[in-house]
């Protein structure tokens, strides 16, 4: 049964989405809860928009919401399955538990960059391998959120110089790997990132490279190894009812512009904001960017097989879908 306030905030999105007369555009709310600085929508939702109402030819206006002031990322999930908004980003780590399959990008040492992940899963949804858990929505993309690394003050280049540091880690997965990593895990907020390396509290923070850029963090370290602990990632949904019954040259807009080419161009996006990160923080004087070789990466991921072989026992049809994933990122690699 639905409350009165989810009841009326579903009215009004109907609403909203019926146009007035018919030779008024059809009008969809996209809930974006990040910034609308953010490179997720400066570089994916406000181009995908202009795309779809350029294609519809004037038959659909794609209003977007961003920051909150419709859904936040707990509840845009739920604000779209629910109605209220009829196109939104969201993130995994806030609906984790109902896409198990999705999250084979946590795993470590499985994709190099984040780009390479959130392509790979998209194909996973596309050859049908991971697609039962899509079935609430119409999926109009997945996308991997940066490339991920130890940042520290002190060098870290190899698994073994990780032994008994504290560091900083953002998500349980994080956490797990830097615990086997030889480290001590502590947990905290971004924000209190800076203080806490900057206090000594902490030698460095597990955390990807726009992350590091964003919140200052080549300020208070000097050392940087990429370890790719595993990779977040976030998704563009469209309410899967409202999709069914589109006008046909609005749907096509959609479709055309959605699914791969979306899922790609996010890619590209999330590489370029990774080299520019990378690029800023390598600009402030006294930071070194350690290379792994070929022995050490493969040192540090057997200290995480444990969280790979966890996963695989824990997940529905985990073999397969880390096989499936494993295969796309080798084609990804080499260029197809």
């Known amino acids: 049964m639905k409350t009165p306030l989810i009841a009326a905030l579903a009215a009004a999105a109907f609403a909203v989405a019926a146009p007035a007369a018919a030779d008024e555009p059809l009008q969809l709310k996209f809930g974006f809860p990040s910034p609308p600085t953010s490179w997720t929508n400066t570089m994916g939702a406000t181009p995908w928009i202009k ?54 990008w ?40 940066g490339t991920s690394g130890i940042h520290a003050t002190q060098p870290v280049a190899k698994v073994e110089d990780m032994q008994g540091l504290k560091i900083i880690a953002l998500s349980r997965a994080s956490g797990e790997g830097v615990q086997l990593s030889g480290a001590a895990p502590v947990t905290m907020t971004p924000a209190e990132i800076y203080q806490s390396i ?23 370290t000097r050392h940087h190894v990429d370890v790719p602990f595993g990779m977040g990632g976030g998704y563009y949904f469209m309410n899967k009812e409202l999709h069914a019954k589109l006008p046909d040259k609005v749907r096509a807009a959609v479709d055309k512009f959605s699914g791969r080419p979306l899922a790609e161009m996010m890619a590209k996006a999330v590489d370029t904001v990774d080299q520019e990160s990378i690029q800023r923080v390598m ?54």
Not at 200 to 219: C, M, Q, R, Y
Not at 308 to 325: I, M, Q, S, Y
């Open 51 to 104: 795309q779809v109402e350029e294609a519809a030819g004037g038959a659909v206006e794609i209003k977007l919401f961003p920051g909150g002031s419709i859904a936040t990322f707990r509840t845009v999930y739920d604000r779209l399955l629910n109605g209220v908004i009829d196109v939104c980003f969201g993130t995994f780590g806030e609906i984790g538990a109902q896409y198990p399959r999705t999250s084979v």
């Open 283 to 336: 600009a402030i004087p006294g930071q070194t960017h350690h290379k792994m070789d070929a022995a050490a990466q493969a040192r540090w991921k057997a200290r995480l097989q444990p969280m790979t072989d966890e996963w695989v026992r824990n997940t529905p049809d985990g073999a397969k879908v880390l096989a499936a994933f494993r295969a796309e990122v080798v084609k990804l690699k080499g260029g197809k």
């Open 106 to 145: 946590s795993l470590p040492f499985e994709a190099e960059r984040s780009s390479q992940a959130g392509l790979a899963v998209w194909r996973l949804y596309e050859a049908g391998v991971i697609a039962e858990e899509y079935g609430k929505v119409k999926a109009l993309a997945v996308l991997g959120f």
């Open 198 to 220: 900057q206090r000594g509290l902490a030698a460095g923070v597990s955390f990807t490279w726009p992350g590091v850029d964003t919140f200052k963090i080549g300020e208070v």
